[in-house]
């Protein structure tokens, strides 16, 4: 009965940490890949630092909305999970 709980935690503990890592990876490369491009823009135009501070703003915001996407993701699915339980 404790192995078969532990399981259940274990399974618990991989998933969460999995969306974790997942969020991370994705603001990550949202911000580099706005800076990227900020600074390929720069480059390309001479206009520096203008482009670079624009698009890592968006990369920042865009960041932040995998996140929040990534999360309400998560709660509705635990919340359909909830629902099954019952």
């Keep these: 009965m404790a192995s078969a709980y532990m399981d259940e935690e274990k399974k618990r503990l991989i998933k969460t940490l999995g969306m974790i890592s997942t969020m991370g990876i ?51 699915k635990d919340d359909e999970g909830e629902d099954k339980r019952k």
């Design 26 to 76: 994705s603001m990550a490369v949202a911000i580099a890949l706005g800076v990227y491009i900020g600074w390929t823009l720069d480059k390309w135009l001479e206009t520096r630092p203008w482009f670079f501070f624009i698009f890592l703003f968006f990369g920042i915001v865009a960041g932040f909305r995998n996140i929040f996407i990534i999360a309400g993701r998560e709660i509705k």
